[in-house]
Each structure stands twice: as C-alpha cells, then as structure tokens.
C-alpha cells in the first residue's frame, strides 16, 4: 500500500489502520447513512409533530402545560447532544458513541410504542374519548420520551459529522463535494420528515397511536442494520486528546498573567509552533492544524507574548488562541440565533393547535390532521435544496467568486429574513381568524371556526424555505468554523440553539400566559383559542425577531472566518472557504 494512496487528513478504518482513498469514504460511505438520517428523523418528527395533540387529548393537560412539556422535552432532544460530541471528541470516537447512544434510542421508541400500545400502560378510552392518565402511566409516557432524548445525544451530534469525515480536506476534489455534502444530507433528514408528517401523523389520528409509533421504531432498527452494512467503506478520524476544555482555561489564564506584558507590534512574533510540526501530526495522527492569526478579541493574544525574561513562564500557541477566539465568536453568533429557533418551535406547537381550530376538511369529507401541515415545512425544503445546490450556489459562485456562492452568515441572514416574513403572515392570518371568530360570534373551544386550515399554509412554506438557508447554514457554520480537534462538540451549537429556543419559548409562553391571564383577564394563550389572542403573541415574536435580526447583521460583520494553514507539495495553503473580513460581505 503506497502512502500517496492513502488519505491525506489521517483517517483510519474501525480498527485504527490508515485506509485507502480510493475505496473508502466519499459518497458511497455517506449512502449508508443519509438511509439512517432519513428513518432517524422520520421516528423523531413522528412523535414531536403530534405531541401537542396527544398530550391534550389522551392525557389531558391543558394548552399551556402541552405545549411547555413538548418545547422542555424538544430542548432537552437538542440539548443532550452537547454530552455526546464530547464523549465522542473526547473517549469514544463519533462511531463507537453512536453506536451505543443509539441502542438507547430504539430502548426509548420500545418504550413509547409500549406506553401507547399495552392496555395497562394507557389511559382506557371509549368512543374517543379517554379517562385520566393514572400517575404511573404519565411517568412511564415521559420516561420514554426522555430515554429517547438521552439517545439522541449520542446519535445526532455524531452521525452528521461522521458523515462530514468522509470527505478528505486535503483532497481538492472531495474538498469540494464535502461543500454540497450538507445540503444533500439535510434533504434525506427531509424526506423523513416529510413521511412523519403525512403519513404517520395521519395514523396516530385515525389507526392508532400504537401503529404510529410502532412503523418508526421498525424502521430505525432498519436504518440501523443498514448503517452497519457500510463499515467496511468508513473513514474514521482519530479520536483526539481528552483535555479539550484545557485550552479554554489556559489560554484566558495565561492571558491574564500577562496583563502587564506589551503585546509586539506583529502577530509574528507572538509564539507558535513551525507548519511542519501541525502537518505531520494532522497526516499522522488526526492532530491540530495551524490557525493563522485573526486581529479579534486581542486581550487573548497576551497568552501567546514570548517572555523571554521568564524562561519558566507558560505561553500559548497562536493556533490554541485562535482556538478560544473561535468558540467566542461562534457563541456570540450562536446567541444570535436563539430567537429564530424560537420562531421554529411554532411548527410543532402553535401552530399545530391554531390549526385544530380551523375547518379541515378538503374534499369528500377528507380531514387533513393539523399536525400533517407541518409536512409542507417538509415539502417547501425538498422543493428548495436542489435549487439552492445546483442553481442558486452556481450562480452566486460567478458573481461573488465564493465556492459556496455566499458566505455562511449571509445564507443564515436570508434565511432569518424569510423567516420574519413568514411570522408576520402567520401574524396576519391570526386576524383574520379572530375577526372570523368574532363575525360568527364563535367562543366554544370546540367550534369550529368557517375558515380552511389551508391559509396557514404560506407561513408553513416559508419556514421550510427559511430552513434550507439557516438550519443547514447553521449546521455547517458550526461544524465549518469549530477548532479541528472538536467538531462534534462544535456541530452542537446548532442543536443546543434549537434546544435553547425551545426552552425560550416554553418560558414565553408560560410567562406571557401568566401576566396576560392575571387579574380574570383574558390569556393570549388559553386553553380556548377561540377567545384568546394568539395574534397577540405572533406580534410580539414579530417584534422580537426584528430586533433580533438587527444584532445578528451587527455581530456578524464583525466576525471573521477561521483560515488554516496546511503544506502542500508547492508550498502553504490556506484552508477557509470564506474568506471576507467581514462576515456579511462577499
């Protein structure tokens, strides 16, 4: 086996031996798992889809309490991955982490499917119509679904990065696929979603609760068995120090003790190791890469000052310094994003509910479930991802010169932007909805209100537009932008943000009910929509995303893209796709 054949990056196969490109890795490894995504994400938006709907009509909680309990449990779904990518990053690896997390997974989906299923585990219902959840049955429902949480920490933080490793970075020709990589794996996650919400949320409604979770825990022990198929294709890069957090302390530290040291005129001075050192460990063993200098948070280049009178004294590489500037700025533009995710927990939430009280029924007598709107969010994607791939990134590639058409921050600003339209139309149709109400003199919750669900769909369709710029966007901003020895660490800023906006709007909800409702008045979000005043809090989400969008434009043009330093047989490289100095230009 000839050196020149193998990969250049340092991956190895599952039993640590260097692997040939040529048959490994690329898109034929990726084929086994964009199939388990596509089931993955069909069993998660199977239940999350519907929650809302069988937390009020089989357990009987109230509106405010559902929708809480949906966002706690969809914020820890996206939380827990933060555990996982630093098992992975950290012990285990992204394959081994994600082969035991998702055991606990399927144990989670046998779970519910039992809770939903065995007559003792369920509330008993006639005609419709089901008693109260004994105690034991609540925490049996919700131990389920929080094993399942638990499982997806191991499972999504890894398998999308698993997937990113596939590609060889210091390859130009896989270079390059890798940068359609996460538009095509973000569609197979859509495709998921999209049987989710039109298939089996149309059997919990109308076959049972039972079967609608039972199809997708079938198919995840399916996916799973084709995942393992493809092991011997599999790239694996080499599990890297267990000290990741020690940069993170020393390096601020270190800092500090050199508060009196003056920094030197040029960033060349300041201590850093010579290229070769950083190419031979990343070809030998998956080590670091040298980071070149960024003129940011310059406070924490003193970590980096050669004290030349102190030989005992500790410094810092360039390279770890630009490290911890890295995680700050993508923290900060991560905080930027915690209002939009927000605005996502609508889908499975609000809306669903705004929905349950509109008329929905299409043609002979055919009801469409409200949870199965979400389905055009699915469709909206599906439809958008090969324009945006093979259209859209050509096109602005000519025009700007960058290989991804636009750089990440502006495609996450396209997509915030689309966002607060759909959330001003959504604004929009809750008016008209209470002046329906108001015109039919309508206050039972069970009326029906004389206006087809079908004027939801716009607000529906543009989120799913929106996701094709800011969820993948943001996916590969993080994974992009994290520091090389953590990127399944760093691909969990995505997931913690939608964790996070969930919890941010279970709070939301929950305080804005509290001090709309006090006093006998009349809550925005009550247990009877048809008297409360939703268009009342889609206004104040408007308002809050405007703002919001305001300092993520601010934030991101102050922030600058990593760039890396390689060897290569002509001389140096410099890895980083975008390279404007400010994050909103081309």
Request: glycine fraction near 8%.
């Amino acid at each position: 086996m000839e050196t020149k054949d193998l990969t250049q990056d340092g991956t190895v196969d599952l039993r640590g031996h260097p692997v040939l490109a040529s048959n490994t890795g690329k898109w034929k490894a990726c084929a086994f798992l964009v199939g388990y995504e596509a089931f993955e994400r069909m069993a998660f938006y199977g239940i999350a889809s519907n929650l809302v709907n069988y937390l009020t009509t089989q357990l009987h909680e109230d509106t405010v309490s559902s929708v809480r309990n949906v966002n706690n449990w969809s914020g820890c779904v996206w939380l827990t991955p933060i555990f996982g990518a630093y098992i992975a990053d950290s012990f285990l690896g992204r394959f081994w982490t994600f082969t035991f997390s998702s055991l606990i997974y399927v144990m989670g989906m046998v779970f519910l499917t039992m809770a939903v299923s065995v007559k003792s585990l369920k509330p008993r219902c006639n005609n419709g119509i089901c008693s109260k959840a004994t105690a034991s049955q609540v925490a049996f429902f919700y131990i389920s679904l929080y094993t399942i949480a638990v499982g997806s920490g191991g499972t999504k933080p890894n398998i999308s990065t698993f997937g990113a490793d596939q590609f060889d970075d210091f390859n130009p020709v896989e270079k390059q696929m890798k940068v359609s990589f996460f538009n095509w794996w973000m569609f197979s996650s859509f495709l998921g979603a999209l049987f989710a919400t039109l298939g089996l949320v149309y059997i919990q409604d109308n076959l049972g609760w039972g079967l609608g979770y039972g199809i997708p825990t079938v198919g995840l022990l399916f996916s799973l068995l084709i995942f393992y198929f493809g092991t011997p294709l599999y790239r694996h890069k080499v599990t890297k120090s267990r000290t990741l957090a020690r940069d993170f302390i020393q390096v601020p530290i270190t800092a500090f003790r050199n508060r009196n040291l003056q920094l030197p005129p040029t960033s060349a001075e300041l201590y850093e190791l010579e290229l070769h050192t950083y190419s031979r460990n990343a070809a030998a063993a998956g080590g670091r890469r040298q980071v070149e200098h960024t003129p940011i948070f310059r406070f924490l280049d003193r970590a980096a000052i050669k004290d030349d009178t102190n030989s005992s004294s500790r410094k810092c590489t360039v390279t770890q310094v630009e490290g911890t500037k890295q995680v700050l700025g993508m923290i900060i533009i991560w905080l930027a994003t915690l209002v939009p995710s927000t605005i996502w927990a609508q889908i499975n939430t609000l809306f669903v509910k705004q929905g349950t009280t509109l008329n929905r029924t299409l043609s002979h007598g055919f009801q469409i479930p409200a949870a199965s709107l979400g389905s055009f969010v699915t469709l909206s994607m599906l439809i958008s991802v090969p324009i945006y791939d093979h259209y859209f990134v050509p096109f602005m590639r000519r025009k700007t010169g960058n290989t991804r058409g636009i750089t990440l921050l502006q495609r996450l600003g396209i997509g915030f932007v689309i966002q607060i339209i759909a959330i001003a139309i959504a604004y929009a149709v809750e008016v008209r909805r209470m002046h329906v109400i108001q015109t039919n003199h309508i206050v039972h919750p069970k009326q029906v209100v004389p206006m087809s669900i079908l004027w939801l769909l716009p607000q529906y369709i543009l989120l799913g537009i929106a996701d094709v710029f800011n969820a993948i966007g943001l996916l590969e901003f993080f994974y992009d932008q994290s520091p090389e020895h953590m990127q399944s660490l760093g691909t969990t800023f995505f997931t913690s943000g939608i964790g996070v906006g969930n919890f941010l709007n279970s709070f939301l909800v929950t305080v804005v009910d509290k001090i709309t409702g006090e006093n006998g008045g009349k809550s925005w979000i009550g247990n009877n929509l048809n008297e409360s005043h939703l268009d009342y809090y889609y206004g104040f989400l408007l308002v809050i995303s405007t703002v919001n969008l305001g300092v993520f434009v601010w934030v991101s043009s102050r922030y600058i893209y990593k760039k890396e330093a390689i060897e290569v047989k002509d001389g140096i490289e410099t890895k980083g796709l975008d390279t404007s100095p400010l994050g909103l230009q081309v």
